[in-house]
């Protein structure tokens, strides 16, 4: 299943893996439309293997309002989820897993920004 192209965040879900690329600021629509693929998959699943979020840069928000509704997509999903990827190069980007690791449940891997193929490997393996 695959996110609306030209939001701001392209997403694909991938045998228990949800790929995640934002194009800009993030919306509170994104987490939205993210949790209608989701939450079904966790229904039928349990839980998602992983999480890889391809961002070279760090997006931001476009508003407080998507800010509130990306915390509460995490509220809501984070303990059915193993693994997170992030694929990046922004220094924002690197720290964040340090601080989501003390209230979040999977665990949390950076990877270079392009090192997909290593990112996805450890979403699949856990190694």
Not at 32 to 43: G, M, W
Not at 67 to 94: C, Q, Y
Not at 111 to 125: K, M, N, P, Q, V
Request: glycine content about 8%.
């Amino acid at each position: 299943m695959e996110g609306a192209i030209g939001a701001m965040i392209e997403f694909k879900l991938l045998e228990g893996v949800l790929v995640l690329r934002p194009n800009g600021p993030l919306t509170a629509d994104d987490f939205h439309r993210i949790a209608q693929t989701v939450d079904p998959y966790l229904l039928d699943n349990g839980r998602l293997v992983g999480v890889l979020i391809d961002a070279p840069a760090f997006p931001g928000w476009e508003s407080f309002g998507a800010f509130i509704e990306h915390m509460k997509f995490v509220r809501d999903h984070h303990e059915n989820i193993e693994r997170i990827a992030v694929a990046t190069d922004s220094e924002i980007l690197k720290l964040a897993p340090r601080f989501a690791e003390h209230f979040a449940h999977p665990v949390f891997k950076v990877f270079r920004s392009g090192d997909i193929d290593a990112a996805l490997a450890w979403l699949e393996t856990g190694t």
